[in-house]
């Protein structure tokens, strides 16, 4: 095996928010094992995929799993759909999706065309930011909150503790939350004794942030019409479409 030389397809594009150029390579086995590693849930291992696959993000071509999680969760997103795009086409075929309607229960196949996928923009004055962020007076409490995009880090602890059954949309509006009263230094029981209309203001104001490719995409049953949305980018058929 040794003489077989290994030849790289790479391919480069912008990340969405943080503008800076990532150069990717396509998947191969490797890759695949690292996705199919046992007893794993998909948000554990899809940052050590992305880092087995990128060359470079910027000026860095030390990528590891952190280097990942270090970057906005929506760039991540990007990544991984530029990615697909790149090395395996803009046609996205999900197999053998099973139909939700408790009465129908069949599989059925759906074909997206993901050069025809929405892209969600930041409010025009964010566009140029490398790090969008939203301030707000809080209603209730009068005190002022900024709110910020999630990185990999922080989406991971909220995935791992939705995991664990431990949904908890505090832990969410903590970890979305980049200052509260003017200062960095606060704790998630500053963010758990806020009013519950200050709690809503800021999801809000999350919504507002919300960019990049729209992953949620509409399913129809063909055998007894019922729709359906499901996010492609946990899906097998996205993640291992050779696999
Ligand atoms: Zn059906």
Request: with cysteine; aromatic share 8%.
């Amino acid at each position: 095996m040794e003489d077989i030389q290994k030849q790289e397809f790479t391919s480069s594009f912008d990340l969405f928010v943080r503008k800076e150029r990532m150069t990717v390579v396509a998947g191969d086995g490797a890759a695949n094992k690292i996705l199919l590693s046992n007893n794993r849930r998909m948000f554990e291992v899809v940052p050590r995929y992305l880092a087995f696959l990128t060359r470079s993000i910027g000026d860095r071509t030390d990528i590891d799993e952190n280097t990942i999680l270090d970057l906005f969760v929506v760039d991540q997103e990007w990544a991984l759909v530029k990615n697909y795009k790149a090395h395996y086409g803009n046609i996205l075929e999900l197999e053998d999706v099973p139909c939700p309607n408790k009465d129908c229960r069949k599989t059925s196949d759906h074909i997206k065309n993901l050069d025809e996928l929405e892209v969600i923009q930041l409010p025009e004055e964010l566009r140029d930011s490398e790090d969008p962020t939203i301030t707000v007076r809080l209603p209730r409490s009068g005190i002022m909150a900024t709110v910020g995009l999630l990185t990999g880090h922080q989406e991971k602890l909220l995935l791992s503790q939705r995991a664990a059954g431990k949904f908890d949309p505090n832990q969410s509006d903590f970890q979305c939350l980049r200052e509260l009263n003017g200062t960095k230094e606060f704790f998630y029981e500053d963010v758990v004794s806020l009013p519950l209309l200050d709690h809503k203001v800021i999801r809000k104001t999350r919504k507002k942030l919300i960019c990049g490719y729209n992953t949620v995409i509409d399913l129809e049953c063909p055998y007894c019409g019922h729709l359906w949305v499901i996010n492609f980018l946990s899906s097998r058929d996205f993640l291992l479409p050779a696999g």
